[in-house]
């Protein structure tokens, strides 16, 4: 039974490609994506895959360690991890705009599912009535952020015009500073980011989000050299979907007391508020490599933790 919970935001500061495995349409590598809302996921054995390996380097001289808190890679059957993580869901998606450069979308949807795992993780956070919006209405907080056509003015996203709404409640400033002050590390470094998260979040229609987190991911196009004629081989032109830079992701890490194999002894068992200290502790604001095409520098986010209660 799991009985430490922490949610888990992964930040992301280069593309990063989870892939599916299967080729849908003109991409030949599309990204993973939930089913129903066609949003971006992590699988939850991508994540745990991701930070196991990150781990046997760190952890390297501690004799044990690595199969005591995510099981043993050989003899499975022996006993089980302590640590688990559910699938990687969207909070924010980075799409460009004609002022501001980008701005960090979300919708009543992703924040009320972002809600629902801070539940479960007894994480106190800021819960955003978020309004009935239409099609062609956005929620902005920063006014800097609207063009003016005329007497009207707009948030431009791509070359889609949209509505400014007010929030009279403040309760999206509130979560967008929340979300600042979470997802990301403190530290200069990470200063700005911050603050344009906090100022920058916009609020978008369900249906909205979901356009563009279809439509507006990175797609490169690779070509596979032949060695020998050093020209492009026939049908060697394939293409790549990431989640873009700056797109945000919130998991929940749950850890148990350590499973012990029979004949163990018991004295010995990491609680699970230890296994999740130990875990929490060597990759709180750090970065981690998920995902694929490592080698090209796919896969870099940053990983924040934010602790529940037991």
């Not at 992964?10 to 299967?22: K, L, N, R």
């Not at 043993?72 to 059957?77: G, L, N, R, V, Y």
């Not at 991890?81 to 009543?108: H, N, W």
């Not at 009535?129 to 009207?152: F, H, I, K, T, Y």
Request: glycine content about 8%; some cysteine; overall charge negative.
């Amino acid at each position: 039974m799991f009985t430490c919970k922490c949610l888990t935001f992964f930040y992301a500061i280069t593309p990063v490609h989870m892939g599916a495995g299967q080729a849908l349409g003109v991409i030949d590598n599309p990204i993973q994506r939930e089913r129903h809302t066609e949003h971006p996921s992590f699988a939850a054995s991508g994540i745990k895959g991701a930070f196991r390996h990150a781990a046997r380097g760190l952890w390297a001289q501690e004799e044990g360690i690595l199969d005591r808190i995510f099981g043993p890679e050989q003899d499975a059957s022996d006993h089980a991890g302590a640590i688990s993580f559910a699938d990687a869901q969207l909070v924010a998606f980075p799409v460009r705009s004609l002022k501001g450069v980008y701005v960090y979308a979300t919708s009543p949807l992703a924040l009320q599912r972002l809600a629902r795992l801070a539940t479960v993780a007894g994480v106190p956070m800021p819960i955003c009535a978020c309004p009935l919006l239409q099609e062609d209405e956005v929620v902005v907080l920063n006014e800097g952020l609207l063009c003016r056509a005329q007497d009207e003015r707009r948030l431009i996203l791509e070359s889609y015009a949209f509505k400014p709404v007010t929030d009279n409640s403040g309760a999206l400033k509130e979560l967008a500073q929340w979300l600042s002050e979470n997802a990301l590390p403190s530290g200069e470094g990470y200063a700005y980011f911050r603050n344009k998260l906090a100022t920058d979040l916009v609020l978008l229609s369900d249906t909205q989000l979901t356009f563009f987190a279809r439509n507006a991911t990175v797609v490169e196009p690779h070509v596979r050299i032949n060695d020998e004629s050093g020209t492009a081989d026939e049908g060697g032109l394939f293409f790549t979907e990431n989640l873009p830079p700056e797109a945000i992701m919130v998991s929940l890490a749950m850890a148990s007391d350590e499973r012990l194999k029979n004949g163990s002894n018991p004295n010995d068992r990491l609680s699970a508020e230890q296994v999740m200290d130990k875990v929490r502790n060597t990759f709180d604001a750090s970065c981690l490599q998920i995902g694929g095409d490592a080698t090209t520098g796919r896969g870099q986010v940053l990983v924040r933790f934010k602790e529940g209660t037991s």
